[in-house]
């Protein structure tokens, strides 16, 4: 007999559909004695009589049809595959009150309450289809049996089967499988997202935070100058505040407020640029999200950046188009809304933003520049028609500009790009509720076009010396600056090549961008006065050549013309301020700077700073110290000599004093007195540098230990400009004032970066300098300068100077009265051929042609501007200095003095003549002279005893003449032998010719 065990299990594997579906039947009907009655597993065809109490059910339903099922298939089916089906609900297993065992034919064969035995004394219930129940839970099986496998599956899609299920309930079954089936699609969705995203923004921030790893975040001074670093267009001006002209650049900008900004303006590009701008921290992350994934899908992400990106991308980064740019970029906005306010970094923005081309064809950056070079109006007088064009414009410039590259207005074509751009801008500020309807309406309909400026062209004044002189200079203070701060001496860079230029060119960029303004000292009505006087009178230097040069190298012929040039410079001695200048006389075809830039040998100008000048505050010489113009050899260490002579290859062999030697600016007594000077270690080179000369470049230590060197002998020489101001130091009662013709430099901010404001420079003693200017006084008088002198109209105290160098390559005139120094060079450049001036070209002698230029274009300069000459004003002698009688011949005291046995004195012939109180007039001594040789002093004394002896003979003549005169006489001559024994020898020298002497440089020129 079956246990209790295995028939609820047998249940549990065989429950139908029908039953399986038993929750809309009433169980009311099932509890009236009438038990609910499982099905047996059994492959055999139940009958279709109900149970007493049951509800009919339809054969279709309750029949489980076997007729597709094989023989084969009919297998018992064992505990275990039994045991794996379905377990029975727990409540229905609960309700039911006795099983019921069914025979083949429906009857009951035995019945017993759930959960005792049913007896069957057979030991077995043989049922239809000859399945066999065993009390040992085993299950035999005849031909008819049916396989389990099959019955499994059978099972199984029973089980999941839905025909039980009304249509409602289908449908809403459907709805809620449905339902359940998109909910879980969503959730792994979201999950799938989330962790997408997780990994996504994790690798992102690794990403970012890689990119910018290496990448310090700078300061906020650092940041400061980076957003206010623009390119400014920098402006050049007069000493009277005009402007000579604006700086060559490729950008044209100036710096505004935003105080000084139409609100227009301002509303219009938070409107179009960044309607967030008030709100966001630097950045937008939508904005960003949207461009990242731009960049992903098409391989290029516009938009997406806030003004304050922007303003990063062009002031702090490059414009490459790269994710570690767009990461710092990112980053340093952010720090940047930290560190500044909005209204700054918007202020920022509108300077540095580019708009375009103005009605000259620069280009123009920066928000002041754009309305004034567009519509002629400063950026707070705008309209809205005129603030919306000009907010349109940074996002494609070139695109949306008026004008084109020579400043002309363009097609009407062009010019839609720019109208539809601004109407763009327009609608978003309506849209903004910045403008009103009427307002937009009004602004949409109005032809901008007739605001645009007409064109201008360029300024010509660029193309000048002019430009050129003040742009250099004003580079050359930049760049000074820059060698301090970097805590380096000019000298260090000055005598490296490749250091200077990188200062140079980094000070020239500095200028051209750094909207400096630059004032000059130049005086515009003298500076234009000397360039027409420079051009009446060129015609007058010399010669013109011309030739074919052959390069060479390559073989290439070039037709040259050489024409004489000139370099000309003014400059007032108080203040050494450059009231003028003349560079050359056609910048066209010669572009050389021949007044501040050119360097050329000095001449006999050099003989004053190098060599008087120094041996007077010596005490070398006095103005009355002879010299011998005896011939001098200097022998080298090679074996080669040097022997000086003068102009024209003269040497005069006589013996002169130092001013005499001056005033004619004799050679070979220059070389005397600077061999003196070196013999007893005098710097020189410590005087020239303390008279505004460059050591590196145009006076060097090297040549000063040269004896050539006092005649003008160098490797490069100076500029015009330095040595007309080395020159006004004889003028400034021996203080050098710096010459200059840069005055002061401001930034774009307007501050001042370099002020001219060097103290004055103590070169010589008072003392010195009132002897010096007191020697190149008789320049004009009686020496070379004597050509100036006649053809000048103009009166005063002047002292002067000549020079012309070895093969007469370098003509040089400079004179001062004590309020002006004028001086100037004249020459070839000789670029393709040497040439110099010929004294036989039909243009007279160098000195003549060249003081004549002179004397002309002072007398021009007078006759404009008197006042600059201080004709009123003369040289006043120091208490220092004093007047003292001195012989003609020795430039000493009168006196007596014994040397080898023989006594020598001296009373007569005397003369005047100027000494410092520290060191008064010498005593009579035998080796007087300087730098004589014992040949020259020999034969000086000499001289001195054969003259003496002839005025005994003389005497004695005359005392023999005397006694045959009357004895009426006799008294008298007796008065005069005794007089005679002390009178003074007055000519000593037969070659000493006084009146070679006092020849003028005209008859014995220098050289």
Do not use: C
Not at 577 to 584: D, N
Not at 627 to 634: C, K, L
Not at 751 to 772: C, G, K, L
């Amino acid at each position: 007999m079956s246990s209790d065990k295995e028939i609820e299990d047998s249940y549990q594997t065989t429950k139908s559909p029908s039953a399986s579906t038993n929750d809309n039947h009433d169980d009311s009907k099932d509890t009236d004695n009438k038990p609910i009655v499982p099905v047996m597993p059994t492959p055999q065809v139940i009958d279709p009589t109900p149970l007493e109490g049951e509800a009919n059910v339809p054969d279709s339903e309750s029949q489980i049809q076997t007729n597709d099922i094989d023989d084969d298939e009919k297998q018992a089916i064992t505990d275990d595959e039994v045991q794996s089906e379905s377990k029975p609900d727990a409540h229905w297993a609960d309700s039911m009150d006795s099983i019921h065992v069914f025979n083949p034919e429906g009857e009951t064969a035995s019945a017993a309450p759930l959960g005792q035995s049913i007896e069957n004394p057979a030991g077995a219930a043989t049922l239809a289809g000859g399945v066999v129940a065993s009390t040992d839970s085993e299950v035999e099986t005849g031909e008819e049996a049916v396989d389990p496998k099959r019955e499994k599956r059978q099972s199984k899609k029973d089980k999941y089967s839905l025909k039980n299920f009304s249509l409602k309930d289908k449908t809403f079954f459907g709805i809620n499988v449905t339902f359940n089936v998109i909910k879980r699609l969503i959730m792994s969705l979201i999950i799938i997202i989330v962790l997408a995203g997780a990994l996504v923004g994790g690798t992102g921030i690794g990403f970012f935070a890689n990119l910018v790893a290496n990448t310090p975040p700078p300061t906020e001074r650092e940041m400061a100058e980076q957003i206010n670093r623009l390119e400014q267009q920098s402006t050049l001006y007069y000493a009277d505040g005009n402007p000579i002209a604006n700086v060559r650049t490729d950008i044209v900008r100036s710096v505004a407020n935003l105080n000084d900004i139409s609100n227009y303006i301002v509303d219009g590009f938070i409107a179009t640029e960044d309607e967030y701008f008030s709100e966001h921290p630097g950045i937008v992350p939508k904005a960003l999200l949207r461009a990242v994934l731009q960049t992903f899908l098409t391989g290029s992400g516009t938009g997406g950046s806030t003004l304050t990106q922007q303003l990063v991308k062009q002031q702090m980064l490059t414009n490459d188009v790269t994710f570690f740019r767009k990461a710092n970029e990112i980053l340093l906005a952010l720090r940047l809304e930290n560190y500044f306010s909005k209204e700054e970094i918007l202020t920022a923005y509108l300077n540095v933003s580019p708009f375009g081309r103005n009605n000259n064809g620069d280009n123009v950056a920066g928000i002041v520049k754009a309305a004034e070079g567009i519509f002629g109006v400063a950026p707070e007088d705008v309209s809205l028609n005129q603030a919306a064009f000009l907010v349109g414009l940074p996002q494609d410039p070139y695109t949306y500009t008026p004008y084109d590259q020579n400043g002309e207005i363009r097609d009407e074509a062009s010019l839609q790009f720019g109208i539809e751009r601004m109407n763009e801008v327009l609608y978003r500020m309506y849209r903004a509720e910045k403008i009103t309807k009427d307002e937009y309406e009004t602004a949409i309909a109005y032809d901008i076009t007739q605001d645009f400026l007409p064109a201008e062209p360029r300024e010509e004044i660029r193309q000048s010396y002019l430009y050129q002189a003040v742009m250099n200079g004003a580079i050359e203070e930049l760049m000074l600056l820059n060698i301090q701060d970097d805590g380096y001496s000019w000298k260090q860079v000055y005598s490296d090549d490749e250091w200077y230029n990188e200062y140079y060119f980094a000070a020239e960029e500095q200028l051209r961008t750094g909207g400096y303004r630059v004032y000059s000292t130049i005086d515009k009505e003298i500076y234009d006065q000397l360039q027409e006087s420079a051009r009446a009178y060129e015609d007058q230097l010399g010669a013109v050549y011309d030739g074919v040069y052959t390069d060479p190298e390559t073989g290439v012929e070039t037709y040259y013309v050489e024409e004489v040039q000139t370099g000309l410079v003014a400059i007032d001695n108080n203040t050494g301020a450059v009231l003028g200048f003349v560079a050359g006389t056609d910048f066209e075809n010669n572009q050389i700077d021949h007044a501040f830039q050119m360097r050329r040998s000095p001449g006999s100008t050099i003989k004053p700073m190098a060599v008087y000048g120094p041996a007077v505050e010596n005490n070398i010489i006095n103005p009355s110290t002879v010299i011998p113009d005896t011939a001098f050899v200097e022998t080298y260490e090679d074996g080669s000599t040097w022997a000086p002579t003068n102009y024209g290859s003269v040497v005069s062999d006589t013996l002169m004093t130092a001013r005499t030697a001056l005033l004619r600016s004799d050679n070979i007594p220059a070389v005397r007195i600077y061999d003196e000077l070196r013999s007893q270690g005098i710097p020189v080179i410590d005087y020239l540098e303390r008279m505004g000369f460059n050591t590196i470049d145009s006076y060097t230590e090297e040549d000063t230990n040269n004896l050539a060197f006092s005649l003008g002998g160098v490797t490069t020489g100076p500029t015009v400009l330095e040595e007309t101001r080395a020159f006004s130091t004889f003028a400034n009662g021996g203080e050098y004032v710096d010459g200059h013709y840069i005055e002061r430099i401001e930034d774009a901010f307007g501050n001042v970066v370099f002020n001219q404001n060097e103290a004055p420079t103590r070169v010589f003693s008072e003392d010195t300098n009132y002897i010096m200017v007191d020697m190149l006084r008789d320049t004009m008088t009686e020496g070379t300068g004597r050509t100036a002198n006649e053809y000048m109209n103009v009166p005063g105290d002047w002292i002067a100077k000549s020079g012309i160098s070895e093969n007469s390559k370098d003509i040089w005139f400079i004179a001062s009265t004590p309020s002006i120094t004028i001086g100037s060079w004249i020459g070839y450049d000789s670029r393709y051929a040497d040439y110099t001036i010929d004294v036989n070209d039909g243009f007279d002698r160098e000195s003549v042609r060249s003081q004549i230029y002179w004397s002309r274009i002072v007398n021009d300069l007078y006759e404009l501007r008197p006042e600059i000459f201080g004709t009123e004003e003369t040289f006043v002698q120091p208490d220092s200095v004093r007047e003292q009688t001195v012989l003609e011949q020795t430039g000493t005291l009168p006196g007596r003095f014994t040397y080898n046995g023989n006594t020598y004195q001296l009373t007569g012939p005397t003369k005047t003549e100027l000494f410092k109180v520290s060191n008064p007039a010498p005593e009579l001594t035998f080796d007087f002279m300087l730098g004589a040789t014992e040949e020259d002093l020999a034969r000086f004394w000499n001289n001195v005893r054969s003259t003496q002896e002839q005025q005994r003979r003389q005497q004695q003549q005359q005392q023999q003449s005397s006694q045959e005169s009357d004895e009426s006489n006799e008294g008298d001559e007796s008065n005069q032998d005794e007089s005679n024994e002390d009178e003074t020898i007055e000519n000593p020298d037969e070659n000493n010719d006084s009146s070679d002497e006092e020849q003028p440089a005209e008859s014995t020129p220098e050289g």
